[in-house]
Structures are given as structure tokens and as C-alpha cells.
């Protein structure tokens, strides 16, 4: 027998799923991933504007689509029909506008770094802790299936026990001095834009009890911030360790490897695997050499179907809210312990 008043409950919660999100600046990840990939969600995400220097007071045009564009940041995230906003800002931005997010109780999900210091990340989390709100610093490649399997490989013991990990993040320079990553002032820097990966997946595998031991930041003295560095990294309260490395002015890496005392995994586009091309996991181990092919995987997807699970699942943030000072820590002991050369 129909029952109205339990079609009108499903009917509630399906529009409460419904997420409306904003976006704060206009930076390339925005317009290449994350505004063609929400725009793909409808059932659960409504791009309602976007505040970007670059579109005052103009509509902003995706495709066939068109964006409301909102003359400032704060009237967006003063819009009472917001409840999340995309943070792709110049880093040192970062802690200023997600306070003001959460000050105004939308869910935040914010580029990597989360902020550009310890304290600051901290100060922030506890916002978001003491007001129950979403905010999550996007790796997105956490939610690509060939990290699953790599995981998978381990729990199956086809390297047998893991005994280290190394990781590298690099590429050649950047053709424009003018751009923000080589800007102090703008929280420029090989560590808070590629040396953050490798720091990010070290905590994966090796979990969040872990500390940088040495570390090394090589500066432009002319530019002013670190342009290539590595690290090494220990479990406080176990074995396992972590070599990395990143650049500006390197040859192009994206790697990751797993050493275990039977065998070892890699792979080389860990971090950046494109949503339409199929990844290749290797594996060496005593009965021999094979590659695992893994499936093309939208890790963009992915990642904003996690973040809309964290908005309506509350017992899922604390993780979140673990992994931001973990991230945070670890960034603020490269720092603290690098030889500056």
C-alpha cells in the first residue's frame, strides 16, 4: 500500500544529498578537473558560482554550462545557499579563506596544503571538529584504484613484510618565473606543491605515527623559495621508513616503491594518473617479474564521492581531521629540520 508520508521521507532525503558548492578562485585544477567533474555529478553536486579575480561581475562559460560568477569571495561564502565551498587559492590563502568558511558552517575542501604551517593547521581543525564541519585536504590520488591494489599486493603478502618505501615527485622548470609556485610571498616552493605527495603517501603506508629524521630544501636565491629537496622519514613506534624526493628542476618522476623482504612493488604515475588512460603496477617477487594492469579510474570522482560521504556521514571525518595534522606535522618538520642550502 502506498504510504505518502514515507515516499515524502525518501523524497527529503534524496534533496538533502543534494550538495551546493562554491569555488573560491579560478585555478587551473579547478577548470581542468574539478569543474568538469562536478558538472558531471548532478545527482550530487550544484556548482551554484564561482568568485575568481579573473570573472567579476561576469558568467563564467563551461562548455555548454554557465556559471553564476560572484563579485568577491565573501559574497559567496556569505550566500545562505551554499553549503560547501572548493578552495583552489595560491597557498598562502589557504587559512584565511577556510576560517571564513567555517565560520560561515560550510564544508571545506581545500588543494594541497591544507595551510602552510603546523599552527595553522591545527587552529583549524579544531574549527572544524567543534563545528561538526567537513574539511578535507585534496590528494585526490588516495582514491585512485591503483593505490587500492597496492594495498591489496601487501595485505597478500606477495612482497612479503614491507620493509621501506621510496617516493619522488619532480619535473623540469616552469616556463614562467611569474608563476605563483616559485612566489614566496605566495607560499611557493617544491615541498608545498610536489614534495607534499610523497610526504602524503608516506603516511599511508607507513600510518600517521611518523616523523621526518633529516631533511633538505635546495633555494633559488633569487626566487627566494626551495626548488628541489628529499627527506627521510621513520615510524616513531616501529621499523618501517620512507625516502623522498621533489623538484622544479628535475627530471620528470611520479613513483612510488615498495620493498618488503620477498619482493617489490612500483609504480610510475602514482599521483597523476589521467582518468581515461589504464595504469601498470610491477611486481618482482621470487616467482618472478609481472605487470598488473590496472583499469582507467577517474581519481577526481572519486575523491568528490568521498567528500560528499564526509558531508552526510559524519563518523567518517575523524580520519580526515587525523590525516590534516599528520600532513601538517610532517610538512612543518621538513621545514624545521631541513640543512638550507
Not at 144 to 171: A, P, T, V, W
Request: proline fraction near 4%.
Amino acid at each position: 500500500m502506498f504510504k505518502p508520508e514515507v515516499f515524502y521521507l525518501l523524497l527529503e532525503n534524496v534533496q538533502v544529498k543534494l550538495v551546493n558548492i562554491g569555488i573560491l578562485g579560478n585555478a587551473s585544477i579547478a577548470k581542468k578537473s574539478i569543474i568538469p567533474t562536478l558538472l558531471s555529478m548532478p545527482e550530487k553536486f550544484s556548482l551554484k558560482g564561482i568568485a575568481s579575480q579573473s570573472y567579476l561581475n561576469q558568467e563564467f562559460i563551461f562548455g555548454k554550462e554557465i556559471i553564476d560568477s560572484y563579485n568577491s569571495y565573501s559574497s559567496l561564502i556569505k550566500d545562505e545557499n551554499i553549503d560547501a565551498i572548493y578552495i583552489p587559492l595560491p597557498n598562502s590563502m589557504h587559512a584565511e579563506w577556510i576560517e571564513k568558511s567555517l565560520d560561515h558552517d560550510l564544508h571545506v575542501l581545500v588543494e594541497k596544503p591544507l595551510s602552510t604551517n603546523l599552527i595553522d593547521v591545527k587552529r583549524l581543525n579544531d574549527i572544524a571538529l567543534h563545528k561538526n564541519l567537513v574539511l578535507m585536504e585534496n590528494f585526490q590520488f588516495r582514491f585512485h584504484k591503483q593505490l587500492s591494489l597496492l594495498k591489496d599486493l601487501l595485505k597478500k603478502n606477495e612482497i612479503g613484510q614491507l620493509r621501506c618505501l621510496k617516493s619522488s615527485f619532480g619535473f623540469p622548470p616552469l616556463d614562467d618565473n611569474g608563476n605563483i609556485r616559485y612566489q614566496r610571498a605566495l607560499g611557493g616552493g617544491a615541498l608545498l606543491d610536489a614534495g607534499v605527495y610523497p610526504l602524503k603517501i608516506s603516511s599511508i603506508f607507513l600510518k600517521n605515527d611518523i616523523s621526518v629524521s633529516s631533511s633538505i630544501l635546495n633555494y633559488d636565491d633569487k626566487l627566494g623559495v626551495d626548488i628541489w629537496g628529499g627527506g627521510h622519514l621513520v615510524q616513531n613506534n616501529g621499523k618501517l621508513f620512507s625516502q623522498i624526493s621533489f623538484g622544479f628542476d628535475n627530471f620528470y618522476q611520479c613513483s612510488i616503491e615498495l620493498w618488503g623482504s620477498a619482493g617489490k612493488l612500483s609504480a610510475d604515475r602514482i599521483f597523476t594518473a589521467p582518468a581515461e588512460e589504464k595504469q601498470i603496477i610491477n611486481l618482482e617477487n621470487g616467482s618472478g617479474r609481472s605487470k598488473i594492469e590496472v583499469p582507467p579510474d577517474n581519481q577526481f570522482l572519486n575523491m568528490l564521492n568521498h567528500f560528499h560521504k564526509l558531508i552526510f556521514s559524519k563518523n567518517l571525518r575523524n580520519s580526515e581531521y587525523d590525516q590534516n595534522v599528520t600532513q601538517g606535522k610532517l610538512i612543518q618538520e621538513m621545514i624545521d629540520k631541513s640543512n638550507v642550502s
